[in-house]
């Protein structure tokens, strides 16, 4: 069997090809564009800049993987007009999209591609709507099943991309990224509940705002990372708050933070905020803020629930301080911890496409019964 795997939750336009097979599975294709430099200027994701590069780019990227996986056979000049007349009606929103897949469909014949697998939620609308209507048209087109797949079981899935990961279950999965920060309790693969929850800003989003504030651009969780690995003094005493980190749920809250951040920078001068030395501890403070909060939240998890594990996932997954600290937790409780090859932390395409192969937690639809749903709950497909 032959799945597609589908990503356009945010900024990243993922398209993966990917065979499943009796003694696992197969990458056959795996790319992605990144839309980082485009949004660096808005200091944050800019969501019609993000629907109209996702527009621009998924048609080329899927036809490289095809090419890659070796699938992409051109036609012998038949098409069939009453489908491209109905497509043309399912992408009426996304005519350039339209424009540009009818060309492809009049050049290439059909693939052997058994199965579309697609994110469909959470995220931002306008970009999986691109992701969603571009998987309904080959889905239509083609007459392929669909699989609707929650973004944040890609990221416990992610975890079994290239590598063996040592999970045993139950386990305490931390997701978090530039749109969710979120504790897991996974009973099984497919068989999730959500026990607890940013209450406001993500903790990604929370280091892209700090990172604003301090002038670094976007990423900022690379930016502060990088700034916070050179921090040698602690000239300035900076003390940032620690939010919800003694509460007893295992809730989030990070724009309190955010807060405390900007009036500490209010109270610099302005030679002070220019220093790099300021920069390096700012960061430092806050990366530490952010991590221990985490930390905190991951342990009570895990000792009241009884985990055998830790899972980690999430573009915010990738940083070093965080990584070293899940480590050692792990240790301290004597349990397995399992974290995604740095790259496949972030948002791709592969770890959606292997939600069919390894969950349980998925049904096989059509175009017809597919849409997105921004504030998708991990259980509610």
């Not at 600290?325 to 972030?346: D, H, N, T």
Request: hydrophobic residues 40%.
């Amino acid at each position: 069997m032959k799945i597609l795997g589908i990503e356009t939750s945010c900024d990243d336009t993922g398209i993966a090809i990917v065979e499943k097979r009796p003694d696992g599975f197969k990458i056959l294709a795996d790319f992605v564009s990144s839309q980082e430099d485009l949004h660096s200027g808005y200091g944050g994701v800019f969501p019609s800049l993000a629907k109209r590069e996702h527009q621009n780019n998924i048609l080329p990227i899927f036809e490289r993987s095809l090419r890659k996986a070796k699938m992409l056979k051109k036609t012998n000049g038949c098409f069939d007009g009453k489908k491209i007349k109905k497509l043309e009606e399912l992408l009426e929103r996304n005519l350039e999209l339209f424009n540009q897949l009818k060309l492809f469909l009049e050049k290439y014949e059909k693939p052997d591609i058994d199965l579309i697998s697609v994110t469909v939620g959470p995220g931002l609308e306008p970009c999986l709507y691109v992701g969603v209507n571009f998987a309904k048209a080959l889905s239509f087109y083609w007459d392929i099943k669909i699989v609707k797949v929650h973004h944040l079981e890609g990221h416990i899935i992610a975890n079994y991309i290239n590598q063996t990961p040592d999970i045993a279950f139950p386990a305490i999965g931390l997701i978090v990224s530039g749109g969710n920060t979120q504790i897991v309790l996974a009973e099984k693969l497919g068989k999730y509940k959500i026990i607890g929850d940013t209450r406001d800003d993500a903790a990604g989003e929370c280091f892209d705002k700090t990172a604003r504030l301090l002038g670094l651009g976007y990423p900022g969780g690379k930016k502060i990372s990088e700034l916070a690995s050179k921090a040698k003094t602690n000239n300035f005493n900076i003390c940032l708050p620690r939010p919800m980190i003694h509460d007893k749920n295992f809730d989030f809250s990070f724009s309190g933070l955010k807060t405390a951040v900007l009036y500490e920078v209010k109270k610099r001068t302005g030679k002070e905020l220019q220093s790099q030395e300021y920069k390096e501890e700012m960061s430092r403070e806050i990366e530490r803020a952010i991590t221990e909060v985490l930390i905190k939240k991951v342990r009570k998890a895990a000792e009241k629930y009884g985990a055998k594990s830790l899972i980690m996932g999430g573009g915010v997954a990738a940083n070093s301080v965080l990584r070293k600290q899940m480590k050692g937790l792990s240790k301290e409780l004597r349990i397995g911890l399992s974290v995604p090859k740095l790259k496949y932390a972030a948002d791709n395409a592969v770890m959606i496409a292997l939600v069919p192969v390894l969950s349980k937690n998925f049904k096989e639809g059509t175009w017809k019964t597919i849409k997105p749903n921004s504030n998708l709950k991990i259980n509610g497909i």
